[in-house]
Nanobody
Framework: QVQLVESGGGLVQPGGSLRLSCTAS????????MDWYRQAPGRQRELAAT???????NYADSVKDRFTISRPYNNNTVYLQMNSLKPEDTAVYYC??????????????WGQGTQVTVSA
């Protein structure tokens, strides 16, 4: 089993910044990818940003140039730096990971979610 612990959500004014962090622990042979999803009220969960084991990074168009995903030194923690926040960024943000608990056997796991509210 793998556990994901998120932190860093909160209330921020439009134009402000927040940094989310997520640390994975447990039965991990290799982390294949780590992602941030978000789900706004009444909407489907959507991928915000992803970073793969090779360092490949992708962003949703809605957050490109404002959000930065990073995973320093390929360790078990992923960050999402969110700048120039807008009210439409308000959502529960979920950390997600794909890991090998043993070689070439992938499993995926979700964090509990952290609320981000952008409001004046």
């Amino acid at each position: 089993q793998v556990q994901l612990v998120e932190s860093g959500g909160g209330l921020v004014q439009p134009g402000g910044s927040l940094r989310l962090s997520c640390t994975a622990s447990g039965s991990i042979f290799r982390i294949v990818a780590m992602d941030w999803y978000r789900q706004a009220p009444g909407r489907q969960r959507e991928l915000a940003a992803t970073i793969s084991i090779g360092g490949s990074i992708n962003y949703a168009d809605s957050v490109k140039d404002r959000f930065t995903i990073s995973r320093p030194y390929n360790n078990n923690t992923v960050y999402l730096q969110m700048n120039s926040l807008k009210p439409e960024d308000t959502a529960v943000y979920y950390c997600h990971t794909v890991v090998w608990s043993r070689p070439k056997v992938p499993s995926d796991y979700w964090g509990q979610g952290t609320q981000v509210t952008v409001s004046a």
